[in-house]
């Protein structure tokens, strides 16, 4: 099985940067994908960001592109999420998502609060 653990979230106001962390851990040979998740109350999970475990390739939902980064450590075992330029709508609980043969696996989340 693998593990994920998010850190990092918090309440900053907007314009602030926060950045998100993901450890991942077990077997994760299983993981192709590293991504990051979020949801609000009554709504859908909606896909934010993605990077490729092997090559680092990342793609975006094109509310974050150019606001957000993804990246990963060299060994895979780590995720993160910067966040910049924060508005109110990214307010959510963000979710850490491994895909892989036997996943997708899930984190706990982590609140992110954005006031005006």
């Known amino acids: 099985q693998v593990q994920l653990v998010e850190s990092g979230g918090g309440l900053v106001q907007a314009g602030a940067s926060l950045t998100l962390s993901c450890a991942y851990s077990?077997?994760?040979?299983?993981?192709?994908?590293m991504a990051w998740y979020r949801q609000t109350p009554g709504n859908e999970r909606e896909f934010v960001a993605q990077?490729?475990?092997?090559?680092?390739?990342?793609n975006y939902t094109d509310s974050v592109k150019g606001r957000f980064t993804i990246s990963r450590n060299n060994a895979g075992t780590t995720s993160y999420l910067r966040m910049n330029s924060l508005k109110t709508e990214d307010t959510a609980v963000y979710y850490c998502?491994?895909?892989?043969?036997?996943?997708?696996?899930w984190g706990q989340g982590t609140q992110v609060t954005v006031s005006s």
């Open positions: 990077i490729t475990r092997a090559d680092g390739r990342a």
């Open positions: 077990g077997t994760i040979w299983r993981i192709n994908d």
């Open positions: 998502n491994g895909q892989g043969p036997g996943g997708p696996f």
